[in-house]
């Protein structure tokens, strides 16, 4: 109740001195605001006297219903007095020609009896000042700030609510006949009569930098979203990659016998099983940059898998014992500088057998074959090899192994042997021969199977029959101790290099106590070993490939150090 109070109450100063009341006085212009009818606080101010105290003697206004210890409220006497009784009915209301009513005031007679109901129509709107409230009828302008004589008024009750009654009409700065001389001069108070308008709440549009800038971090952000999807995708893909190819080298490396050999495809694809780590170890480091599960567990179980398989291989191995022979060997590719060059290490290595393939006639008469026959005083130059050694040669066989070439590309001795008669000559593909040594013969084969090529028959098509019928000469000699030099053109890799070691029980040397591959072949840089010395009978103590020594040099010289 008092927070209503203050909210319809207003400060009044007295009109005479010019004091200060200090009581707040509510204005019934605010009262329909508020759900007060203006009919019943009109009929309430006929009980009310021009001092504004309640009336006793009038029938409208019951001194006991007023509230205990509550004054009663003042208003303004351009608004009236009135009955408090009047409202909840507790006392008898006056009407405005009652004569025990002492009120003078002209806007009683507006009062209607009690319980008349007297429809009004609507007063027009009147011009306030900002911060105050208007009821439905018009009344005297009120302005903040300025005072008005204090009237008494009387309790009321906020529930009970009726409509404000109109008021006549005024013009300001002019007394209202019958008004009180404080309220001619509230009513010469100035007032502004300019409408009030609502505060609209201005809205700024963004400036166009704030929006460029919100559009640009939209596009960025996009664009980062872009780029994170792009680098899932990514990773998805080049994980399932990983696995897939991981796959396939294990595939490879584990069942390749089993693949196909149509066409020489599958012994073309062994050739290069050991290079098949590099793919492996790059699939590895993929699966660590991608970091899933699934590839890192199966490029790692390859790279196992080809540690299993060439991993020793690698490792250090042979033997420092003292070698009771030591091989040397190349293919000079009829070079006779490549031939110089071998046949100068080969006595810088002490070498006790000197075999060189792929001899032409250039290369014969050049001045490394007349060194090597003098150091060596047991040699013997057939076709296309030499054999230079430091125990006795004998038993000498050229052996063909039923291919044929043409007449220009025969090698050393072949016209002292009559075969450049036809055009098309069985090829001697390999020289047999016996070293006689302290603890018995030894059976040499120098050898220089045909070059594997793909050809309109397929891959190494003329590489294979040769050595399908070399090994058929090998499984026909008995010897105790064999050992088969040269240039093979077999990988040890590919399944055509079992038929030597398998079928004729012949071992690698290179195999057997090398370090690393091995590879031979090209001399720029080697991808795979086509050289290679087989033995049987005897103990390989090591295998090593020794560095280039000519320009222009195609396959690179190896060294066998050998026991009986």
Request: with cysteine; aromatic share 6%.
């Amino acid at each position: 109740m008092e927070e209503y109070e203050a909210m319809v109450a207003g400060s009044v100063t007295g009109a005479e001195g010019g004091e200060q009341t200090g009581r707040d006085l509510p204005d019934l212009r605010t009262w329909p605001d508020f759900g007060i009818p203006a009919q019943r606080a009109d009929e309430t101010s006929s009980a009310m006297t021009p001092d504004g105290e309640p009336d006793a003697q009038s029938p409208g206004l019951n001194p006991q219903a007023l509230t205990p210890g509550r004054m009663p409220r003042q208003i303004a006497p351009a608004d009236g007095y009135f009955n408090p009784g009047a409202l909840d009915g507790s006392a008898p209301a006056g009407g405005p020609d009652d004569a025990a009513s002492p009120s003078n005031s002209p806007f009683t007679a507006a009062v209607p009896p009690i319980g008349a109901r007297t429809e009004l129509p609507p007063a027009p709107a009147t011009p306030f000042a900002s911060g105050q409230s208007t009821s439905a009828a018009p009344t005297s302008p009120f302005v903040p700030g300025h005072s008005t004589p204090a009237a008494p008024t009387s309790p009321f009750a906020p529930e009970h609510s009726t409509a404000a009654a109109p008021t006549s009409p005024f013009v300001p700065g002019q007394a209202v006949p019958g008004q009180s001389a404080p309220a001619a001069a509230f009513a010469s108070v100035p007032v502004d009569t300019a409408p009030f308008a609502e505060p609209e709440i201005e809205t700024f549009p963004a400036p166009p930098e704030t929006a460029a800038e919100t559009s640009a971090e939209i596009k960025r952000r996009k664009l980062r979203s872009d780029r994170h999807s792009h680098r899932s995708r990514m990773r998805r893909q080049t994980s399932t990659g990983v696995v897939v190819l991981s796959c396939l080298a294990v595939t490879f490396l584990v069942l390749h016998r089993f693949l196909p050999d149509a066409g020489g495809i599958g012994s073309l694809l062994e050739t290069w099983l050991p290079w098949v780590g590099v793919p492996v170890l790059v699939l590895l480091l993929a699966a660590a940059v991608v970091h899933t599960k699934t590839a890192l567990i199966v490029a790692f179980s390859a790279a196992l898998v080809w540690t299993a398989l060439y991993g020793p291989t690698l490792l250090p191995r042979g033997s420092s014992a003292p070698a009771q022979l030591r091989i040397f060997s190349e293919d000079v590719n009829g070079d006779a500088q490549e031939a110089t060059a071998s046949g100068t290490m080969a006595l810088t290595e002490h070498a006790g057998v000197v075999a060189l393939e792929d001899m032409y006639s250039s290369v014969y008469e050049s001045d490394a074959v007349s060194a090597l026959n003098t150091a060596y005083q047991n040699h013997v130059t057939e076709y296309e090899f030499g054999l230079w050694s430091t125990y006795p040669i004998t038993n000498v066989e050229p052996i063909t192994l039923g291919t044929t070439q043409s007449s220009e590309s025969l090698s050393v001795g072949s016209d002292d042997a009559g075969l450049a008669s036809a055009s098309a000559v069985p090829v001697i593909g390999a020289l047999r021969a016996t070293l006689t040594t302290p603890d018995g013969p030894l059976v040499v084969y120098l050898v220089h199977l045909p070059q594997p090529v793909l050809g309109d028959q397929g891959f190494a098509k003329a590489r294979d029959l040769a050595l399908t019928q070399f090994v058929k000469i090998l499984d026909a000699d008995h010897s105790a101790r064999l050992a088969v030099i040269g240039d093979i053109n077999v990988a040890a890799t590919d399944r055509q290099f079992s038929q030597l070691t398998r079928d004729d029980g012949l071992a690698s040397a290179q195999q057997a106590v090398g370090s690393g591959f091995g590879f031979t072949w090209p001399a720029e840089f080697p991808i795979v070993r086509l050289d290679d010395v087989l033995t049987r009978g005897l103990k390989p103590l090591r295998s090593v490939v020794l560095p280039s020594i000519a320009k222009g040099q195609t396959h690179l010289p190896i060294q066998v150090d050998l026991d009986y």
